[in-house]
């Protein structure tokens, strides 16, 4: 037994998962889960939803590309403003357009808008979903094959839910990893960042504008409706994260490193915090998982961490549902390959979004120098612009494949014009998509529920589109036995 209650425990109920924390990642994944016909009870420690702001604000293409794969993402986008372009330290520009997506571009909305639609599906689909319930501990039989959290609901009962499976996407100060005793190792990384939600006199001429000038960096991006999202830090002012904090002191930092404050008034929210980069050594112990913030937290550089929990989501969720429902053939093998996948694009966020941070913070001659040398070089060389940009956006993330693959097996199929309709679209209900030349025979059946698509052209390729968007097979003219061991793997 981990963790202890304060509390008797008088009722208790059973269900498949047991989701802690509905914030994106734990909205994404249960939404997911309950749509392919399993119970799935969601708790959060808020006492209800709320649309205070967040310091999340940013959804990248491969972001939008999953949500579009649950017919979420046009209603997502039409609450934002489009971003073609992002500026860094005045010299580099990475161009959005270049993306091969049906979202060439940085979607800027509040994470609340995210939440609205994701919580909307999961309560559609039938999650149990229950405010202001705590975590209190976790059970975990060595030989058995359920595990039980100890909860206390929100009228102070204590309770627990037995599940085959549980998730803790609840945040930095995980109660899950903190129940499992996992380490959550690294450090702080950068102290007293002061963030608000402001109007702004004067528009900057760029959309999205980030740039650090000696002991201070800002950074400035619009939401579309006349708010604006500030961040600024001054290395000569360091407070702790209670300290209270005024909009003087953002307008002083916004001037030192931009040269003006554009007019900046009215703010609607302001707060300070620092940024860790930590990462969890193991996604996964036994029957519990950890996916978002509390497998990994960074700098909010690139503006990557929901995106990154989202994701971290939509792979484990269809590797959950088959095991659950009966459909893989080597269930463990299947669970395990969560860590294997998603743990090293937590590491490569880690490192990507600290290099931003630390180029930013460059205080001394020679560091600004070799910062001015590096955007230069990159904004004169395409090909590593467009690799930087397709790791931020996600859209160039690819898994590891067995030796001997297809050159395309791991990597993300692009919204594919088929026959049938895109790709995104026949990807709705949660199967894998076999897409295969127009004469190819019906395929045999797998143990796995499977859309058959065809080329709209003349192409030859056959493509296994694994339930997340990434390519699990692909060959030439598969005959019915090596197509029927793709299924089967």
Excluded: C
Aim: proline residues 6%; aromatic residues 6%; charged residues 25%.
């Amino acid at each position: 037994m981990t963790g202890t209650s304060s509390t008797g425990s008088s009722r208790s109920s059973t269900t498949d998962v047991v989701v802690v924390g509905a914030g994106p990642t734990g909205l994404l994944l249960a939404g997911d889960l309950a749509a392919q016909g399993l119970e799935v009870t969601l708790v959060e420690r808020r006492p209800r939803e709320t649309d205070n702001p967040t310091r999340a604000f940013a959804v990248h293409a491969r972001t939008l590309e999953l949500l579009d794969a649950r017919g979420l993402a046009d209603a997502l986008v039409a609450t934002g403003t489009r971003l073609s372009r992002m500026r860094l330290f005045g010299r580099l520009s990475l161009d959005l357009t270049r993306l091969r997506s049906r979202f060439p571009f940085l979607l800027i909305t509040p994470q609340y808008e995210v939440e609205h639609l994701l919580r909307e599906r999961a309560l559609k689909a039938g999650v149990d979903l229950r405010y202001g319930t705590e975590l209190l501990g976790l059970s975990r039989p060595a030989a058995g094959d359920t595990v039980t959290a100890e909860i206390r609901d929100a009228d102070g009962t204590g309770s627990t839910v037995e599940a085959r499976y549980l998730v803790g996407t609840d945040g930095v100060r995980s109660s899950v990893r903190r129940a499992l005793g996992l380490p959550f190792p690294g450090e702080a990384v950068i102290r007293s960042i002061v963030l608000a939600d402001v109007r702004l006199t004067e528009a900057p001429s760029g959309v999205l504008t980030v740039n650090g000038s000696g002991d201070a960096f800002a950074f400035i991006a619009p939401f579309g409706d006349g708010w604006y999202r500030v961040m600024g830090w001054d290395r000569t002012h360091q407070a702790d994260d209670s300290d209270p904090v005024e909009l003087d002191e953002l307008r002083e930092i916004t001037r030192t490193a931009l040269g003006t404050d554009h007019g900046m008034h009215d703010a609607r929210w302001i707060s300070r915090f620092h940024s860790d980069e930590r990462q969890v050594p193991a996604y996964r112990t036994g029957r519990v998982f950890l996916a978002g913030d509390a497998a990994h937290v960074h700098s909010p550089a690139g503006g990557q961490g929901m995106n990154t929990g989202l994701q971290d989501a939509a792979n484990l969720s269809w590797k959950l549902a088959a095991v659950l429902r009966g459909h893989a053939t080597d269930p463990e093998a299947l669970l395990d390959s969560y860590h294997a996948e998603r743990h090293p694009v937590g590491s490569q966020v880690l490192r990507a979004s600290g290099a931003i941070i630390r180029l930013a913070m460059a205080r001394t001659p020679l560091q600004r120098f070799l910062r001015t040398a590096l955007t230069s070089a990159l904004s004169v060389a395409r090909p590593a612009t467009d690799k930087v940009v397709g790791r931020i956006s996600g859209v160039g993330i690819s898994y590891g494949a067995p030796k001997g693959s297809h050159r395309l097996a791991g990597t993300r199929a692009p919204d594919l014009r088929l026959a049938e309709g895109r790709l995104l679209e026949l990807l709705r209900d949660g199967s894998f998509v076999l897409v295969t030349p127009r004469d190819a025979p019906a395929p045999p059946s797998g143990p796995a529920p499977l859309v058959h698509a065809h080329w709209a052209g003349d192409r030859a390729t056959t493509l296994l589109v694994r339930p997340d968007g990434y390519i699990a097979w692909a060959g030439g003219h598969p005959g019915p036995d090596a197509l029927r061991r793709a299924l089967g793997r």
